[in-house]
């Protein structure tokens, strides 16, 4: 069985691989919003996939999320 965490960051993970073009960036807020998650836990989830290099983070303004394409790797 899988935990809540763990099915956020799924979750998160398709959502960028479905709903972004290459470059497009989204916020945690935007992300949490879309899920009903809250939004400090998903940061910091997103947070961690960025750390691991499974989704690109960029800070300040016009920062965000975004994900990782496979020629990136």
């Known amino acids: ?3 809540q965490a763990c099915k956020y ?3 998160a993970v398709l959502f960028h691989g479905v709903e972004s073009d290459e470059g497009q960036k989204y916020g945690a807020k935007k992300i949490s919003e879309e899920f009903e998650v809250p939004q400090p836990f998903l940061a910091q989830l997103l947070r961690t996939l ?3 290099k499974v989704i690109s983070s960029i800070k300040g303004p016009g920062g965000g999320f975004s994900f990782k394409y496979i020629r990136d790797f």
């Open 1 to 3: 069985m899988l935990s």
């Open 9 to 11: 960051a799924i979750r």
């Open 50 to 52: 960025a750390s691991i």
